[in-house]
């Protein structure tokens, strides 16, 4: 099972959006409605922030949006602050029972 | 207050064996279904095992047949042996939790680090 694609890095300004694209296959991504992201400051656990594509966690800001075309997820912040600069991770349920990351996007916010 | 709080780390020479464990509280181990997860220093995270609530369990290529996940229901306690240690499996491990006839993993544990080195 190889990792699900994402961009390396993606910056942004205060207030801007930013979008990371988080690409699999059928028989992940494609395949499921089981696409999730989270998201990790250094030396922190990993932390939910969108489930099943498109759902928000209670706590998590509306700021933070989740959709889905084919085999390819993306993860969406709008109204960028410093607080949002982390590491971002999708990850799938897959065909075989088991799950799938993506290699991560370091997002900095300018 | 759901907690998983993970040990077991440490420093093991290539060939060693470690059993990492996961305590649990706040929740019923068994009820749910749990993973480990695994991050080398400086790369992302990996997905490593998983025990569902029937006690199906699988395992990524990479591990498969060196790597065995457990639980111990009384002790609400998640386990991951490790055997054959190489380099490569030098990361810290995370064990998370998903609620059943979820798709994500909504708690996770601090995380234990090990490392493998002569």
């Known amino acids: 099972q190889s990792a699900l694609t994402q961009p390396a890095s993606v910056s942004g300004s205060p207030g801007q959006s930013i979008t990371i694209s988080c690409t699999g296959t059928s028989s992940d991504v494609g395949g499921y409605s089981y696409v999730s992201w989270y998201q990790q400051h250094p030396g922190k656990a990993p932390k939910l922030m969108i489930y099943d594509v498109i759902q928000r966690p209670s706590g998590v800001s509306n700021r933070f949006s989740g959709s889905k075309s084919g085999n390819t997820a993306s993860l969406t912040i709008s109204g960028l602050q410093a607080e949002d600069e982390a590491d971002y991770y999708c990850?799938?349920?897959?065909?075989?029972?088991?799950?799938?990351f993506g290699g991560g996007t370091k997002v900095t916010v300018l | 207050e759901v907690q998983l709080v993970e040990s077991g780390g440490g420093l093991i020479q290539p060939g060693g064996s470690l059993r990492l464990s996961c305590v649990a509280s706040g929740f019923t181990v068994s009820s749910n279904y749990m993973s480990w997860v695994r991050q080398a220093p400086g790369k992302g995270l990996e997905w490593v095992s998983v025990i569902y609530k029937g006690g199906n369990t699988y395992y990524a290529d990479p591990v498969k047949g060196r790597f065995t996940i457990s639980r111990d229901n009384p002790k609400n306690t998640l386990y991951l042996q490790i055997n054959g240690l190489r380099a490569e499996d030098t990361a810290i491990y995370y064990c998370?939790?998903?609620?059943?006839?979820?798709?994500?993993?909504?708690?996770w544990g601090q995380g234990t680090l090990v490392t493998v080195s002569s």
């Open positions: 998370a939790r998903g609620q059943p006839q979820t798709y994500y993993f909504d708690y």
């Open positions: 990850k799938s349920y897959t065909s075989s029972s088991r799950w799938v």
